[in-house]
C-alpha cells in the first residue's frame, strides 16, 4: 500500500520523512497541503496543520518523529533505531535535542536571510545560542561515523537539512560560528551516505532557489 506524503519542497522535517522512506525502499506520493500547511483545508486532513504528515494504511500521522518510529515499526528493514533499549534512549534523546534545541535555533534566522531584514544584533546573539548548542551536540554524540554507529538510524535523519541550512546561513549571514571538528566529520559522513545523497541534493538546491527569491545570493 502505497504510502501519501503531505510536504512543502522546504521543509526539513520533511526531508527527514524522505530520506526514511528511501532507505527503507518504500513507494511514496508527494502532495502539497492544500491551500498550504496551517490552512483550514489541510486542517480537515491533518488536524495539527503540520508538514510532514503521512497517510498510510487508514492512519493519519503528523510530526516527523512521530512518522519516523512508525515507519521503523511498520517497515523494521533495514532497522532504524538500535536493539538495545539504552541505545534507543540515547537514539531519541539525540532526535529530541534536534528537533527543540537545534533546529528551532536555525529557523530563527529565516527572517534574516533577505538582506534589507536583517538585525545585526539578533544575528550576533543568535549566533552565540547556536554555537553552545552545536558544543553540547558535540559532547552528546560520539558519531562512528553515524549516530548510533555504522548504519542510518532515525536519529541521523532531522540532521541532513539541518546541517544544509547551516552551511547556507554561514555562507549568506557570515555566522561567526564554528563547527565542532567531531560535527564537520559527521556532516560529511552523513551527505554521502547513500540513502541521503539525493536528498541532501534537492534539499541544497531548493534552498538555494529559496534564498534567492530573497535576494541573498
Ligand atoms: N515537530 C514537527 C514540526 C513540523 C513543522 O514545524 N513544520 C512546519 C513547516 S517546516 C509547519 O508545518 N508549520 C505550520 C504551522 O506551524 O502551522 C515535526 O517534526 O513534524
Redesign the pocket.
Known sequence: MTITLYNVAV???GAKVRIILCHKGLEWTDIPPPDG??SNAYRQIVPA????AIIHDGLTL????AIAEYLDEAFPTPPMMPKDIAGRARARELSRFH?TRLEPILRAYFGQVAPGGRNAEFIAENARLLQSRLDQLAVMARPAPLLTGPTLAVADCGFVASFAILDLLMDCLDLPVQMPDSLAGYAAALAAHPSVVDEDARYRSTLHDWAATKGAL
Open positions: 521543509s526539513s522535517y500547511y496551517g496543520g503540520t508538514v510532514p503528523a510530526d516527523s518523529e528537533d
